[in-house]
């Protein structure tokens, strides 16, 4: 009996060492893709300021507010 729960108790232990390893294995992967979800997050906001700061926005945008202070209430 000794013998049985011995051995159970080392299959036991193995198996959280191998779990261990595996997670190790896997932690770099989701960091990457943490990584690229910044990287996709910044070059759209980079391309969405060229387009606000272009003239024919700019434009639209200052009309849209000089449209809107000159309203009456």
């Given amino acids: 009996m000794f013998q049985a729960m011995r051995a159970r108790l080392r299959a036991l232990v ?3 060492r191998t779990a261990r390893r595996s997670a190790g294995r896997d ?4 960091t990457s893709e943490y990584a690229m979800g910044i990287v996709a997050a910044v070059a759209f906001a980079v391309v969405l300021y060229k387009v606000v700061t272009s003239g024919p926005v700019t434009a639209e945008l200052q009309d849209i507010v000089k449209q809107a ?3 009456r209430m």
Avoid: D, P, R
């Avoid at 932690?27 to 989701?30: P, Q, R």
């Fill in 27 to 30: 932690g770099g992967m989701v």
């Fill in 69 to 71: 202070l000159n309203a």
């Fill in 14 to 16: 193995c198996g959280m």
